[in-house]
């Protein structure tokens, strides 16, 4: 299939996403606000069949529009059937062989500071919907890591950017296991995918349509919640709930889970603790052995 009849397969499946999609508890207005507010998400989208990494092409797409005076449009998408030099958090490999969804989106950096630090939750909400589509109970683990049966199915990099000119971008990697099924040796107990899960392969066009919608529903959930704080002139720090927050605790389980936490947990796990709640501005809230608590607000978690 040429990339021109993928863009445009995608966009059939997008609006077949968008007529399905679910929208409670929000009102007809709120709904309107919301979808307007992430309506750029893949407006514009660049199709590869091979890339070492779809986040260096975004970033060389960043330059490319500066030295032309133009600006990279908001939600800007580099997809890719397959990626040499992926990788997670630390530089970890990440494996994207033919057969699964990878992407990057580029994002300008424009919510207040409050909202920002949500953005990987946001992201991490629409994975984890996409996953659930196809009828699989798929859970958040914090921050984002969306696990099914325990197993990790999809991931999320979000890093921040500064163009020559100054701009400041979010550059959004994701990556969904669709029908790939081999895995290295060190990920073949924590990784899997659709296919494996479901016993048959998936639409990756499909699956593609799916997870812009989602992220079109969740960065506009984002935007709307900002919205909504800065008329109610209250904050995280104060105890307003976000409502984005609130719809990533229901995707996640990780309230009530023993896990090992560390900056670098491969490298260096610090310390282990049961999680108690997660704060009003996305804070991991953990009872220590010796009954103390400490709340984080980055790093990673392994499940115990």
Same mark, same amino acid.
């Given at each position: 299939?040429?990339s %021109?009849?993928?863009?445009?397969?995608?966009?059939?499946? /997008?609006?077949?996403f968008l007529?399905?999609l679910?929208?409670?508890?929000? %009102?007809?207005?709120a709904?309107?606000k919301?979808?307007a507010?992430g309506?750029?998400?893949g407006?514009?989208?660049?199709?590869?069949?091979?890339?070492?990494?779809c986040?260096d092409?975004?970033q060389?797409?960043?330059?490319?529009?500066?030295?032309?005076?133009?600006?990279?449009?908001?939600?800007t998408?580099?997809?890719?059937?397959t990626?040499?030099?992926?990788?997670?958090?630390?530089?970890r490999s990440?494996h994207?062989?033919t !057969?699964?969804?990878?992407l990057?989106?580029?994002?300008?950096?424009?919510?207040?500071?409050e909202?920002?630090?949500?953005?990987?939750?946001?992201?991490?909400?629409?994975?984890?919907r996409?996953?659930?589509?196809?009828?699989?109970?798929?859970?958040?683990?914090?921050v984002?890591?969306?696990?099914v049966?325990?197993?990790?199915?999809?991931?999320?990099?979000?890093s921040?950017m500064? %163009?020559?000119?100054?701009d400041q971008?979010?550059?959004?990697g994701i990556?969904?296991?669709g029908?790939?099924?081999?895995?290295p040796?060190?990920?073949?107990?924590?990784?899997?995918?659709?296919?494996?899960?479901?016993?048959?392969?998936?639409d990756?066009?499909?699956l593609? !349509?799916?997870?812009l919608?989602?992220?079109?529903?969740a960065?506009?959930?984002?935007y709307?919640?900002?919205? /909504?704080?800065?008329?109610a002139?209250?904050?995280?720090?104060?105890?307003?709930q %976000?409502?984005?927050?609130?719809a990533w605790?229901?995707?996640s389980d990780?309230?009530?889970?023993?896990?090992?936490?560390?900056?670098?947990i491969?490298?260096q796990?610090?310390? /282990?603790?049961?999680?108690?709640e997660?704060?009003?501005?996305? !804070?991991?809230?953990?009872?220590?052995?010796?009954?103390?608590?400490?709340?984080?607000y980055?790093?990673?978690?392994?499940?115990?």
């Amino acid at each position: 299939m040429s990339s %021109s009849a993928l863009l445009q397969n995608i966009r059939t499946h /997008q609006q077949v996403f968008l007529d399905q999609l679910d929208t409670h508890p929000f %009102s007809p207005l709120a709904v309107e606000k919301i979808l307007a507010y992430g309506v750029p998400v893949g407006a514009t989208i660049e199709h590869h069949s091979q890339l070492p990494r779809c986040m260096d092409r975004l970033q060389q797409l960043l330059q490319e529009e500066e030295q032309q005076e133009r600006v990279l449009g908001a939600g800007t998408v580099v997809l890719a059937d397959t990626l040499t030099k992926s990788s997670g958090r630390f530089t970890r490999s990440w494996h994207a062989p033919t !057969g699964g969804l990878w992407l990057a989106m580029a994002w300008p950096d424009t919510l207040v500071p409050e909202c920002t630090r949500l953005l990987p939750f946001a992201i991490g909400m629409a994975c984890c919907r996409t996953v659930r589509q196809y009828g699989l109970d798929a859970r958040l683990k914090w921050v984002n890591d969306v696990l099914v049966n325990g197993k990790k199915l999809a991931g999320i990099l979000c890093s921040t950017m500064q %163009s020559p000119r100054g701009d400041q971008y979010h550059l959004i990697g994701i990556g969904i296991n669709g029908n790939n099924q081999t895995f290295p040796a060190d990920l073949q107990r924590t990784a899997t995918s659709l296919r494996s899960e479901l016993a048959q392969t998936v639409d990756l066009v499909e699956l593609t !349509g799916c997870l812009l919608v989602e992220l079109r529903w969740a960065l506009g959930l984002l935007y709307y919640d900002e919205e /909504q704080a800065l008329q109610a002139g209250a904050s995280c720090e104060q105890g307003r709930q %976000s409502l984005l927050l609130h719809a990533w605790q229901d995707l996640s389980d990780t309230v009530g889970q023993r896990v090992e936490y560390g900056f670098d947990i491969q490298q260096q796990p610090l310390y /282990q603790a049961l999680v108690r709640e997660i704060d009003p501005c996305g !804070g991991l809230v953990m009872e220590l052995e010796d009954g103390g608590t400490v709340t984080e607000y980055s790093g990673e978690i392994v499940y115990r």
